[in-house]
């Protein structure tokens, strides 16, 4: 009896280990903001009235494809994980999983979460996410290591969460009915430079060990950083009036906007004069703040 226990709580803890492992691979809590965006897109689109059902099926479809992604870019960064204190105990460099097994889990989730949206919501929203978990994995992943125009590559698939919520709703990629998606997709698109800037400063010391290229300048001690943090954030304050004009939202959702590019601008600002980690970090907490801050103005002021 004593031996059946032990057997017993040892496969329990296995099972669970193995969770653990599945849940390093697809990244759940990172793509929440992602999946939280394509939710608001959907939201937003004309017509769409607020379905817990809809939701979450857009939730799960989207988090399939996001861990697929996730998964892939583990599965290809496996070697330069091992050299990164943040990511040497992730399942695949620690050797706590194959290659073989990831692949397996990425197919699953990738095509799992592709197929789903297709069927419930249109094929072409199907087709969006797989193209953007596509665009992620096999263009931008590898790019890291050699250019960072990566960034600029990966900006694309980032920002097409919002507008595959649209398509989602509306069933148009092109056309009128297709503006306020791409609208959307702007939002988040000039978003990611200063966020993904801020942490590859933060972060520079451990991406040059993987051999990773994020910064602009490919030099921390350069100004040129918080420069282009600066053009990208402020981008984003004329742009809040367009979902005004566009009458995606009302004033108060407008100002709002405005007001979190503002905050976005001052941060990156303050990063360009004094270019050191605290000023970085700055720039890297006001990246959390000012996209939901921005989705939940335009749904919460929808017109």
Not at 209 to 224: N, V
Not at 289 to 295: K, R
């Amino acid at each position: 009896m004593q031996q059946e226990s032990i057997k017993a709580k040892s496969s329990s803890f296995s099972l669970v280990d193995k969770l653990k492992d599945y849940s390093q691979l697809l990244k759940p809590n990172l793509s929440l903001m992602v999946v939280f965006s394509s939710v608001i897109g959907y939201l937003m689109a004309p017509g769409i009235q607020f379905d817990i059902k809809r939701v979450l099926l857009l939730y799960i479809g989207g988090m399939l494809v996001t861990g697929g992604a996730n998964t892939i870019n583990q599965i290809l960064e496996h070697e330069g994980d091992k050299k990164m204190n943040r990511t040497m105990n992730r399942p695949i460099p620690d050797g706590r999983m194959s290659k073989a097994e990831a692949w397996m889990i990425a197919l699953l989730a990738g095509f799992g979460g592709a197929l789903l949206l297709a069927y419930n919501f249109n094929i072409l929203t199907g087709i969006l996410s797989f193209i953007s978990l596509l665009l992620y994995a096999f263009a931008y992943t590898p790019m890291k290591r050699v250019h960072p125009v990566a960034v600029f590559i990966g900006a694309i698939p980032g920002a097409l969460p919002p507008l595959l919520g649209w398509v989602a709703g509306t069933n148009a990629i092109s056309g009128h009915l297709a503006v306020g998606g791409w609208v959307l997709f702007l939002f988040q698109f000039f978003w990611q430079f200063p966020h993904y800037w801020a942490i590859g400063w933060v972060g520079y010391d451990e991406y040059q060990k993987a051999g990773i290229s994020m910064l602009p300048s490919q030099e921390r001690t350069s100004r040129f950083t918080g420069l282009q943090c600066m053009f990208y954030s402020i981008v984003l304050v004329p742009l809040a009036m367009v979902p005004r004009f566009l009458n995606m939202c009302n004033n108060w959702g407008m100002w709002i906007m405005m007001l979190g590019g503002i905050f976005y601008f001052i941060a990156s600002v303050n990063f360009y004069k004094k270019n050191d980690f605290k000023s970085a970090k700055q720039v890297m907490y006001a990246s959390f703040i000012y996209l939901p801050l921005v989705l939940l103005a335009l749904y919460f002021t929808k017109i």
